[in-house]
């Protein structure tokens, strides 16, 4: 699909909107409307000829009404069936499409994350079947890339969970069930944010050297965990918090911090909650629509391109 076009008379001239509620209603207001996007974008640009695997050539498929729950599209020559939805996240679901595809729609449209018992209630479905499918959605469309980290990377730890007594720099005492988080982010890009067991060295460095590229300057606070971080290639530049110095120059956390925040307080306003099983997935939903957030392309878009292509 291409780019919203800022013309669109839909949309108020004001409007910041990539994609409006009424554009959404207006390409899928229907299961058939969605699964002949998901056709067109898997098996056939013109939605009618794509290549049979039985007749080993481009064939014309014709789609049949049934009563199957998997929708096939069938080659006329021989009577082969492809399945548009195989192998993406719909598969073997008895949600309609277009409910999933709102609840998609409704993910990338606020920056802050939308509860399963909201899209229970906007979607009209079971809160079991509304929080199974936000979870494959940050699970398995918004899973993080390997992309490498250049220029100037903010590498900074942090704790999720419940409030537990700790010491003054907010570290969890000991049992704390606070939840160790590690992140880093390249100024004017993108981010990683992962789960972490602690906040050692040894678990640290693998994270940098797989998502920062050699010889790039990494900037974090004092925690001694980053220090001999030239011996994987790095240039470690630190800012000491403890002392109160939380900008030095060019040298500072803020960025990453403010992601931390972001994450912080969508959790603790939204989903009040999160356990340790499941907050990788958050994670996720959080920096993909942070490293997003500059697409000329609306994130639903996107998103949408991401559930056509399949695992």
């Avoid at 509620?21 to 969605?34: G, I, Q, V």
């Avoid at 307080?265 to 939903?285: D, M, P, T």
Wanted: hydrophobic share 35%.
């Amino acid at each position: 699909m291409t780019a919203v076009n800022r013309a669109n008379p839909i949309n108020a001239k004001s409007s910041d909107s990539q994609y409006t509620l009424m554009e959404f209603t207006e390409k899928f207001s229907t299961d058939a409307a969605c699964l002949e996007f998901l056709w067109k974008r898997r098996f056939s640009e013109d939605g009618e000829h794509a290549h049979c695997p039985k007749c080993n050539q481009i064939r014309s498929f014709k789609r049949y009404e049934s009563k199957q729950l998997a929708p096939s599209y069938t080659c006329v020559a021989c009577g082969y069936h492809l399945h548009p939805l195989a192998g993406t996240i719909f598969e073997k679901s008895s949600t309609s499409l277009k409910l999933w595809f709102y609840a998609m729609y409704l993910m990338v449209s606020t920056k802050c994350g939308i509860s399963a018992k909201q899209i229970e209630r906007e979607l009209g479905v079971t809160y079991k079947t509304a929080w199974r499918m936000a979870h494959l959605i940050r699970t398995n469309l918004m899973e993080q890339t390997d992309e490498p980290l250049s220029g100037v990377v903010e590498a900074d730890e942090t704790y999720i969970g419940g409030r537990r007594r700790g010491d003054k720099r907010g570290r969890p005492a000991p049992g704390s069930h606070k939840v160790p988080v590690f992140g880093m982010v390249q100024r004017q890009g993108q981010v990683r944010a992962m789960t972490v067991p602690n906040v050692r060295r040894a678990t640290i460095f693998p994270h940098l050297q797989k998502h920062v590229i050699p010889a790039t300057v990494v900037c974090t606070d004092e925690l001694k965990s980053y220090n001999k971080m030239e011996r994987i290639g790095l240039d470690h530049q630190a800012c000491n918090h403890a002392e109160h110095v939380y900008v030095s120059g060019t040298v500072h956390t803020n960025t990453i911090e403010g992601f931390w925040s972001l994450v912080k307080r969508g959790i603790g306003g939204v989903y009040h909650a999160v356990s340790a099983k499941h907050l990788q997935g958050y994670l996720n939903e959080y920096a993909w629509r942070y490293n997003h957030r500059d697409d000329d392309k609306a994130q639903f878009e996107t998103l949408l391109l991401r559930a056509a292509a399949g695992n």
